[in-house]
């Protein structure tokens, strides 16, 4: 079992920057996925970006893409998302998300609980 916990959510006005976190411990994989997904009221959960941990090799939503940067911190076991020139239609939820990959090619989904990201315009 992988323990997910987020911080770093609020309240700001549009174009403003915020840096969300996510701590992971507990079980660890040899290949594993982190990334973040948001989820807007009456929305379905949308995928935002991830990171391959082993290589760093990243991923964003076309909506983010060069607003967003998600990095991670191996010592810290923890990801970042920095997110830049934010709008009120970045509101949202945002859940971090752990992908790894057990014995027999096996994916293991895990998610934390959320904080808010609230943009005003």
């Known amino acids: 079992q992988v323990h997910l916990v987020e911080s770093g959510g609020g309240l700001v006005q549009a174009g403003d920057s915020l840096r969300l976190s996510c701590v992971a411990s507990?079980?660890?994989?040899?290949?594993?996925?982190m990334g973040w997904y948001r989820q807007a009221p009456g929305k379905e959960r949308e995928f935002v970006t991830n990171i391959k941990w082993s290589s760093g090799d990243v991923s964003y939503d076309s909506s983010v893409k060069g607003r967003f940067t998600i990095s991670r911190d191996n010592a810290k076991n923890t990801v970042y998302l920095q997110m830049n020139s934010l709008k009120p239609e970045d509101t949202a939820v945002y859940y971090c998300?752990?992908?790894?990959?057990?014995?027999?090619?096996?994916?293991?989904?895990?998610w934390g609980q959320g904080t808010q990201v609230t943009v005003s315009s």
């Open positions: 507990g079980r660890t994989f040899s290949t594993s996925t």
């Open positions: 998300r752990y992908s790894g990959t057990g014995s027999l090619r096996t994916e293991y989904v895990f």
